[in-house]
């Protein structure tokens, strides 16, 4: 399978991969690590007209502690926050997350700026920046990721609008991340991430909806004394998951509980 | 519009002028002559197509080859010596890692970044490193055999100094 005919330019600068996209217009995209675009592009679910390229943009890959945060550059590859020292003993949850994002191979080239801007709602990142209230920096602001996610594939970047870093706060408490699916190199099906900041618990959950949650009606229960078990029957509330091959909306609900319940009774 | 990259693949550099959409395994196949690489699932997700890039695994028919410029490319032509194997291809062979050998040179290929990282690997670390790849006929037993073998072949001929292969 053959993508259809593009247009193709390589950025130099994050200023000169927003000056591609503004001239090459609406038809225009940025390839990052390329890993979800391809292969929409191959089975014709994307025919962009122009593809600008950061893989040659010096300096957006980096794993750096600053002031209390995990600040990681854009164009970080998987399989960089897999090997850091820095990320393993700052954000270790996000280290944990970073071994179960598709394969070795596709941690090779896919990045995590990738991952927030095309908002899979089955991405794993998405899970950790909602519940560790991350911000997600592009070329002109910060964003929340409580606003950055606002629907399937859907987010709040302008389209000439880069993203360039993710900030998370360093969290170096007990933490897990379980990702139910069917092959080692799935997608989830469904995945929970817990992780003990401060004084409580942070909850989200993976593709139990158009995009990550954060279950909040399960960290306002282990607040008020609830254990595990009885805090994890709340982690279905207010969700409304699709049906799809993979798995049905019940089952999904279903997953949702027993993975909270068990991330946070093997949290370390 | 056409577009010149400039890369060199299993040691000879090239440059020549590619379609932007030219996926990376049509480059290595087609214009380069190495159908070594194989295209199996066409969805990016079986790993025949595995190659090296500056030494790190990819699957070459999720990366266009226009994004290969300044890079080295490995395909499994590029792994033995001229006049043998290399201790993976050895023993694949000889520990019966393959039936049909489709997925043979993806594994092959996923299996040498592995070692280069690990070279000594548990059966669970063999696991996690060819879980990019699948195979449908030998199963996976033999092939984690195989890498063990090689593994061995390979911690064994570096201690020794002695060149690898056949």
């Given amino acids: 399978m053959i993508p259809a005919a593009f247009e193709y330019s390589r950025a130099t600068s994050v200023a000169d991969a927003v000056n591609q996209l503004r001239t090459a217009g609406p038809e225009a995209k940025v390839i990052a690590g390329g890993q979800s675009l391809l292969p929409m592009m191959r089975l014709r679910l994307a025919q962009p007209g122009h ?33 850091s020292e820095l990320l393993r003993a700052n954000l270790p949850l996000l280290a944990e997350v970073a071994k179960e994002v598709g394969d070795p191979q596709v941690r090779t080239r896919g990045t995590i700026g990738g991952v927030m801007a095309h908002a899979d709602a089955a991405g794993d990142y998405p899970t950790v920046a909602l519940m560790l209230d ?32 993710v900030d998370f706060p360093v969290s170096t408490g007990a933490h897990r991340y379980l990702k139910f ?28 909806g158009p995009t990550a949650v954060r279950a909040h009606a399960v960290e306002d229960a282990l607040r008020s004394g609830a254990t595990p078990a009885e805090a994890a029957e709340r982690a279905s509330d207010g969700l409304n998951p699709n049906s799809d091959v993979h798995a049905s909306s019940e089952f999904r609900l279903h997953l949702a509980q027993v993975l909270t319940r068990r991330a946070l009774e093997q949290a370390a | 519009m056409a577009q010149l990259v400039r890369l060199t693949v299993n040691g000879s550099p090239r440059q020549e002028e590619v379609e932007p959409r030219l996926l990376l395994v049509h480059y290595l196949r087609e214009r380069c002559g190495l159908t070594g690489t194989h295209v199996g699932c066409d969805t990016s997700q079986c790993g025949a197509c595995t190659v090296l890039c500056n030494g790190q695994p990819v699957k070459s028919c999720s990366m266009l080859a226009v994004q290969a410029e300044g890079m080295a490319i490995t395909t499994i032509e590029g ?27 993806g594994f092959i290929m ?57």
């Fill in chain 2, 79 to 105: 792994l033995a010596p001229a006049d043998g194997m290399h201790p993976l291809q050895t023993a694949f062979w000889e520990e019966h890692g393959l039936q049909c050998g489709f997925c043979t040179p």
């Fill in chain 1, 134 to 165: 991350a911000e997600i920096v592009t070329d002109r602001r910060r964003i929340p990721a409580r606003d950055f996610f606002q629907h399937l594939f859907t987010t709040a970047l302008e389209p000439d609008e880069l993203v360039v870093e």
């Fill in chain 1, 181 to 208: 699916r069917r092959r080692v190199f799935d997608w989830a099906i469904v995945a929970v991430g817990v992780q003990r900041l401060g004084d409580g618990w942070r909850v989200g959950i993976t593709h139990a």
């Fill in chain 2, 110 to 166: 996923a299996a040498t970044a592995l070692l280069a990282e690990n070279p000594d690997p548990t059966d669970e670390e063999i696991g996690r490193g060819l879980e990019g790849n699948l195979c449908r006929c030998t199963g996976y037993v033999n092939i984690r055999r195989a890498v063990h073998k090689a593994a061995a072949a390979m911690r064994e001929g570096a201690g020794a100094a002695a060149p690898m292969g056949g």
């Fill in chain 1, 51 to 83: 593809l600008v390229d950061l893989n040659g943009i010096p300096d957006l890959d980096y794993v750096r502690v600053k002031d209390g945060s995990v600040q990681i550059g854009a164009m970080t590859r998987h399989a960089t926050l897999v090997r």
